[in-house]
Antibody
Framework: EVQLVESGGGLVQPGDSLRLSCTAS????????MGWVRRAPGRGLEWVSG????????YYADSVKGRFTISRDNSKNTLYLQMNSLRVEDTAAYHC???????????????WGQGTLVTVSS | QSALTQPASVSGSPGQSITISCSGT?????????VSWYQHHPDKAPKLMIY???MRPSGVSNRFSGSKSGNTASLTISGLQAEDEADYYC??????????FGGGTKLTVL
């Protein structure tokens, strides 16, 4: 069974940093692209970032570019999201997801993890 | 990147059919056949329902179907059931090599 389990969320202040992790099991992690999607309270889904199988290619939404860094450790079956200079508007549940489809393997996500909550507040 | 445009809410009675639209531009929905749809129940992980505009993953009911015309994609749910009540999101690849979601549509089964 494919499983994705996020961790690392919490309450931080504006300007702080946080690193999210996503541990994968049930599939060949090194063979698939991965992504992060967030859902702010009372709002819809927002694509955040994606990464290729080897980590060579990374993609970011404008809202996080320059502040967030996606990476992966295929030896540990783990995906990361380093979040710096956090803002109040980054408050959301962050889901990792297994990518598939298209030239970059990120055109749809299936399955998704349950998410980890990040709250940015002073 | 602006979110794709979806109606905030739709509703239907059990057994009826409903359609949710997802409007974008020629730089996203209209330019690529990489539209996907997700179902999201509260406190659960989003679930893929449709990929590549009209492809259904194994295990997803054939009551769910997708289509696209120009810059607008659509998700149709036929034979509405109570368990279909959820939020639905479309997503598309974009010409900027990013991906974008719609604002979400709340489906109410009356």
């Amino acid at each position: 069974e494919v499983q994705l389990v996020e961790s690392g969320g919490g309450l931080v202040q504006p300007g702080d940093s946080l690193r999210l992790s996503c541990t994968a099991s049930g599939f060949t992690f090194s063979g698939v692209a991965m992504g992060w999607v967030r859902r702010a309270p009372g709002r819809g889904l927002e694509w955040v970032s994606g990464i290729s199988t080897t980590g060579t290619n990374t993609y970011y939404a404008d809202s996080v570019k320059g502040r967030f860094t996606i990476s992966r450790d295929n030896s540990k079956n783990t995906l990361y999201l380093q979040m710096n200079s956090l803002r109040v508007e980054d408050t959301a549940a962050y889901h990792c997801a297994k990518g598939d489809g298209g030239r970059r393997g990120l055109d749809w996500f299936d399955p998704w993890g349950q998410g980890t909550l990040v709250t940015v507040s002073s | 990147q602006s979110a794709l445009t979806q109606p905030a809410s739709v509703s239907g009675s059990p057994g009826q059919s409903i359609t949710i639209s997802c409007s974008g531009t020629s730089s996203d929905v209209g330019g690529y056949n990489y539209v996907s749809w997700y179902q999201h129940h509260p406190d659960k992980a989003p679930k893929l329902m449709i990929y590549d505009v009209n492809m259904r993953p194994s295990g997803v009911s054939n009551r769910f179907s997708g289509s696209k015309s120009g810059n607008t994609a659509s998700l149709t749910i036929s034979g509405l059931q109570a368990e279909d009540e959820a939020d639905y999101y479309c997503s598309s690849f974009t010409s900027r090599i990013t991906w974008v979601f719609g604002g979400g549509t709340k489906l109410t089964v009356l």
